[in-house]
């Protein structure tokens, strides 16, 4: 079973926005660093975003500082993803994470114990 589940993505133009959505599956993570990740076609998963368990923390990769915003209900076990501003470059499936510890390393895809599945995003121009 996929511990996180993500929802949210699909096709939008350029200039458009996107908001995905992240819930557990089978268990909760209200405790624990979330973050978003992405992964175009021939690359590597990079890191978008990441959010300490009370929001005290939040850590934007440059490419997307002021067009996205992450954030979280604890209440819901839930993190968003703001995507506004959309570009062709942001095209690529986009996977929800999350870890019981957090450190300084929150921007390597090996820093996190849980994934989702991922959801495609894609910018047309």
């Known amino acids: 079973q996929v511990p996180l589940v993500e929802s949210g993505g699909g096709l939008v133009q350029a200039g458009g926005s996107l908001r995905l959505s992240c819930a557990p599956s089978g268990r909760t993570f209200t405790n624990y660093i979330k973050a978003w990740f992405r992964q175009a076609p021939g690359k590597e998963r990079e890191f978008v975003a990441a959010?300490?368990?009370?929001?005290?923390?939040?850590y934007y990769a440059d490419s997307v500082k002021g067009r996205f915003t992450i954030s979280r209900d604890n209440a819901k076990n839930t993190v968003y993803l703001q995507m506004n501003s959309l570009k062709p470059e942001d095209t690529a499936v986009y996977y929800c994470?999350?870890?019981?510890?957090?450190?300084?390393?929150?921007?390597?895809?090996?820093?996190?114990?849980?994934w989702g599945q991922g959801t495609q995003v894609t910018v047309s121009s």
């Open positions: 994470a999350a870890d019981r510890d957090y450190t300084t390393s929150y921007y390597y895809t090996q820093a996190y114990d849980y």
């Open positions: 959010i300490t368990w009370n929001s005290d923390s939040i």
